[in-house]
């Protein structure tokens, strides 16, 4: 269930950080948060990551995010 879920989302996810984004952008904030997370056998901090703007028009969008921790570290697990 999870994999038929993920094969779905992957292609939406790419499209969407491949998209092009704005010159300008009037105010840019970056933002994460930490986690300690488990990795061979030792606790390190893991940290998500996001970063939004606000157009010249005034509208708010995510210009980008890492999730590394929720990803990559999955993927590695075989999920």
Known sequence: MVSNITNR?????????NRPLENTYSIVFMDAIHYKVREDKQVVVKGAY???GVNMGGKKEVLGSKLKILFAEILNQGV
């Open 9 to 17: 989302i992957i292609p939406i996810v790419t499209e969407w950080q």
């Open 50 to 52: 996001v970063v939004l």
